[in-house]
């Protein structure tokens, strides 16, 4: 935390581990990264499976009616009753995964190769680490191990600070 | 961004598209915009459809067993099996317009015409309309269009910023 | 909010109710407490219900398909056609519990407790009072009672902003 460069700070809590939303932390980081910020990340519960060497990311439409996709020009929601089959929401995933892939978006594999090409700081959450009995030899390699401790410090230091 | 009165200002994210949590962001707006902060809301994600001219939102309790409803003196919630029979979404839902009527609190609509009428700054998110395919003309007037740098270039320059 | 000593300043909106989403709030308060920051937790929706005398947080799989518990040395995730069983969100909701007690992890309660010793300030939205009907006799000693007015007056003065 050096900031020679007078650079404003950009640090985020990462909460959760789905494909939707393992888009917007990675997105805002390698965005604020390109744009001359120093940017942190601390993976916390579901979040910290982001930094997993194989990523294995899906959505779930249930309990979120607003999840819509585009299809034959319309938005088509799914019951929940249809969500709770096996397989619908393997479906659902696959819908998105293809929607993502046509509309030439970067995948979270990428976004997160960018974001630490970009020298995005990325800490792991040591409690959830020991909690969900996640080992550092299955995460990437970058990620240093910290608590919560580590993320207040670098806070206080950040101009932006976003719980996702 | 001129902010020539030195006033305070709170940014948003807003990502959630539910009727629970369509709240949360509009209520602050409006409130912090009466108290003289300029506020921005970049709407993106499920967050994106309450741009929407014509607003369809709903609840589910599904996987938020903290959603209690009080009936009779109580605090009741749904049993998962229950929420997944077709039509007990949308009992929740009516539910929870019926509390929200009967409280006397304004609807979703209305806060987002007081916070318009506030000149609280509203950006659709350019990427989550390409994604989910949702086009202006389906928006109501006001917002206009950026990606993630709009984003950032605000955030910095706030005192508050929030991802909800 | 004198703020003699020139502390820093935390300031949390606690939106979530459920068992693990109980946790990062309470554990950033503690832990910023510590570290000597002023902290203020404004508890709204169903993040209310964490501020009750009798706590009941329960978790749910359903619609967060990256919740996996460690089971035999793998991650195990609930298809959702399992978690909509009656007793399958109890018997999720036990696996944590017991995760949690085994690790040596602090309850939400003592936590809270812990966040009170500390002098942390917590307000109670008085609007989810009105609309969930319920009473300050049901919570603890200790929050006040406030709007979104008061939540926003905190805000401005905070260095550190999370929407939890």
């Not at 993502?100 to 997160?112: M, Y």
Request: hydrophobic share 50%.
């Amino acid at each position: 935390m050096s900031n020679e460069n007078n650079a404003k700070r950009l640090s985020m809590i990462v909460t959760k581990g789905t494909l939707d939303w393992a888009y917007p932390p990675f997105i805002l980081a390698t965005t604020a990264a390109a744009m001359g910020l120093e940017v942190t990340m601390f993976f916390t519960f579901y979040g910290l499976t982001l930094l997993k060497k194989k990523l294995d990311l899906s959505v779930s439409a249930l309990g979120n009616p607003a999840m819509k996709m585009p299809m034959m020009g319309m938005h088509i929601g799914m019951p929940n009753l249809m969500s709770v089959i096996p397989g619908v929401g393997a479906a659902a995933t696959t819908m998105m995964e293809n929607l993502i892939k046509k509309k030439g978006i970067a995948s979270i594999e990428e976004l997160r190769e960018a974001a630490i090409e970009s020298e995005v700081k990325m800490i792991a959450c040591q409690m959830t680490m020991d909690l969900f009995e996640y080992k550092i030899e299955d995460m990437i390699e970058g990620p240093v191990v910290g608590g919560a401790a580590t993320y207040i410090e670098t806070a206080t230091q950040s101009e932006i600070n976003l719980f996702i």
